[in-house]
């Protein structure tokens, strides 16, 4: 089964002595001390000061300004506030790459779940009160009917108002996207 977001980091913290000299608690000291508040602040001065690689110096920028402090349930539960019609349309779409087996990672953002496998393959997103954007990384295919395109890092996207709307089609799209992904 794939590790949780949440138990990802927790053990790159438990790595964090060994591979950067600090644990998280004396780094969020020393960012601390230094003044630095912003993200690209404290990743400043963590990579080019301190010579600390990216991923570690993400967690520690991320764990000092806060971001981290928030468990799964909770960013999904305050992305669909006000637009708790749209739940049920998540609800689906997870229910259903659930099915694709150990290698799915699960992802909650602040305002997206990114879904992955060894990289992104859709993103869903509650784009507005009544809509969700299901991004889908179909690189190649053109775009044809409700798949429409979409720049960032997923190449196209459909617009789902209903559950119904997440129908044979767009799941069929979706593992594609999982399959490319491997």
């Known amino acids: 089964m794939a590790k949780s977001p949440e138990q990802l980091a927790q053990t790159m913290i438990d790595n964090m002595p060994e591979k950067t000299g600090k644990s998280l608690s004396e780094w969020q000291a020393l960012v ?7 993200h690209s602040e404290i990743m400043k001065l963590l990579k080019g000061e ?3 690689t990216h991923g570690f110096a993400n967690l520690i ?9 928030v468990n799964s349930e909770d960013l999904v539960a305050n992305q669909y506030q006000g637009k708790e019609g749209l739940k049920p349309i998540h609800d689906a779409i997870i229910e259903f790459v659930k099915t694709f087996g150990p290698e799915l990672d699960i992802a909650p953002k602040k305002t997206s779940v990114s879904l992955r496998r060894k ?3 859709a993103l869903i ?21 409700r798949l ?11 617009k789902l108002t209903s559950v119904d709307a997440f ?4 799941r069929a799209w979706v593992k594609l ?5 491997g």
């Open 32 to 38: 601390a001390a230094s003044g630095a508040g912003k």
């Open 50 to 52: 301190h010579g600390v």
């Open 61 to 69: 920028a991320q764990k000092c300004i806060g971001n981290l402090d």
């Open 119 to 121: 990289k992104q393959f």
């Open 125 to 145: 997103q509650p784009s507005t009160k009544t809509r969700i954007d299901l991004g889908i990384n179909l690189k190649g295919e053109p775009a044809q009917g």
């Open 148 to 158: 429409e395109t979409m720049s960032g890092m997923c190449t196209h996207k459909v």
């Open 167 to 170: 129908d044979e089609e767009v």
């Open 177 to 181: 996207a999982f399959e490319r992904a």
